[in-house]
DNA sequence: CGGAAAGTTGGATTGTTGTCAAACAAATAG
DNA sequence: CTATTTGTTTGACAACAATCCAACTTTCCG
């Protein structure tokens, strides 16, 4: 596998930030990710109803905009948050917008187990509510 | 013209708001608009060596997703930000945003007047920049 | 070694976006 | 009334993005 490059803190800019958080499949990641410090892209792509392609697709993107952290071990990959690195670039701007996020109408939902009950809710699903 | 609609501040939505945010063009027009509280659209897209068609729909996702407001007064339409209302619905979102973007490479060519030196600036060149 | 696990990559499709140009609409100035 | 000003709207087009599926790569487990 080819390395996964990072942008380096300086070069990471703010539409391509503003763009990965701008939609709602790749904000709930990041809400996850927030809090629950290192998770695995399985993990942090459970019950969104989507490819697998697909959430290592928005992966790439929060990766590519400098927002995610890609560190891999054996056949894993840990994700995480490059909190240190946009608080230094754009001070304020993750905090608020995941303040935002967690204000939002009811994505509570899914952060519940992956067996609970309720049905899965499919990416435009969340996209209503965000 | 049609009324120009908006949405009332409990409707507007995170990723509607990012994903304006997240263009160039629009952030500079914002962020215009945070250095002069009211402006027409002309003013607005001033040194943009944008197509005045193109401008105007700019003007509207960000009508649209809430972050600017557009107060027609005679044939002219005045621009401001929604400040109070972004506020209210994602606190701190906004300033972030702005404070980030002040910070950001050599953009402070753009506030220069009209006639000044030095060519123009098309969106293009914004995007590299920001 | 052979198969399962964890992800990425490439292609195809469908939908969205940024841009220009031309046409339109409404208010104002001569 | 006619022309100008100030913007919007519509159409066209190329570029980008979100999704799925299939194929691939690497690592680990029997």
């Known amino acids: ?4 490059p990072h ?3 300086e070069d990471i800019r703010l539409t391509d930030v503003l763009r990965a958080l701008s939609d709602p499949v790749r904000l709930l990641i990041v809400h996850k990710l927030a809090e629950t410090d290192e998770l695995t ?3 942090a792509g ?3 109803g989507l490819h697998k392609s697909t959430v290592s697709h928005h992966y790439r993107t929060l990766r590519d905009a400098g927002v995610i952290l890609s560190k891999q071990e054996g056949r894993k ?3 995480s948050l490059r909190r240190d690195d946009l608080e230094a ?3 304020g701007l993750l905090g608020s917008v995941l303040a935002a996020f967690r204000d939002s109408p009811p994505l ?3 952060a519940r187990p992956p067996s609970a009950p309720g049905g ?5 699903a969340i996209a209503e509510t965000v």
């Open 89 to 91: 670039r754009f001070p």
């Open 41 to 43: 892209c399985a993990d």
């Open 77 to 79: 990959i840990y994700l």
């Open 1 to 4: 596998m080819r390395p996964l």
């Open 7 to 9: 942008p380096a803190t």
């Open 120 to 124: 899965d809710l499919t990416g435009a």
């Open 46 to 48: 459970l019950d969104l």
């Open 108 to 110: 509570a939902g899914f």
